[in-house]
């Protein structure tokens, strides 16, 4: 079946250091994913998407990369700071924008 | 504040009571979606509207929940007979899917959390 997972669920980092969240998936016919950032007590809010003709993808800080061959996604994060703190959902895309989540990594940045 | 309001934020009931959770997506949205999220997991999916059609339904939405969108604009999710196992958050979710067929960003709410004694 469908199932999206996340390797590490927590990450801690040091401010200013890049943060790389990984994230495996199932379906080889999902053609569109997603990371979330979800901050306590708020609903989950779109960082960077990807379509499976691509394999990276830049945004202001972040990148994603999608490597089809093992079915993984990352996040990647540049110089990470405090308020990036918060869980990170990878989500695939299974037809009419019905998500598959994984459990999510909890990303930890200290000063 | 992403434009998609929900209400009530909070909601403690007892064991067999019924709960009713009201979503207001982003105006111009015409999909609107609900999902469960339990503590420490990823959202579920439960069920999307097409404007006021309501196109698909998980299995995880039991007979005991019903969601409506009658005009086509805000939505309402209810739980009959509410079980603790019911206590999650309730988040809804709009996006446009333009007429040229694709389709803009899901715009996540911050959630109804439910609590169920």
């Known amino acids: 079946g469908e199932s999206v997972g996340l390797h590490l669920p927590t990450l801690s980092v040091q401010e200013g250091d890049n943060s790389i969240i990984n994230c495996a998936y199932s379906n080889s016919a999902s053609d569109y994913f997603i990371w979330y950032k979800q901050e306590s007590g708020k609903g989950p809010q779109f960082i960077i998407d990807i379509r499976s003709n691509m394999d990276k993808r830049q945004g202001q800080r972040v990148t994603v990369l999608l490597n089809k061959t093992v079915k993984h996604l990352s996040l990647q994060i540049a110089a990470t700071q405090p308020g990036d703190s918060a869980v990170y959902f990878c989500a695939e895309n299974a037809g009419f924008q019905k998500l598959v989540f994984g459990t999510g990594t909890r990303l930890l940045v200290s000063p | 504040d992403t434009g998609v309001s929900q209400d009530p934020r909070h909601k403690i009931t007892k064991r067999g009571q019924n709960v009713t959770f009201r979503c207001d997506p982003i105006?111009?949205?015409?999909?609107l979606y609900w999902y469960r999220q339990t503590l420490g997991q990823g959202p579920e999916f439960l069920t999307y509207f097409q404007n006021e059609a309501q196109l698909e339904k998980s299995r995880l939405l039991s007979d005991r929940f019903s969601a409506e969108r009658p005009k086509g604009s805000f939505s309402t999710l209810e739980i009959q007979r509410t079980e603790q196992g019911d206590s999650a958050m309730y988040l809804c979710?709009?996006?446009?899917?333009?007429?040229?067929?694709?389709?803009?960003?899901?715009?996540f709410g911050e959630g109804s959390r439910l609590t169920v004694l």
């Open positions: 105006s111009e949205h015409n999909r």
């Open positions: 979710a709009s996006s446009l899917l333009a007429l040229g067929g694709t389709t803009g960003e899901l715009f």
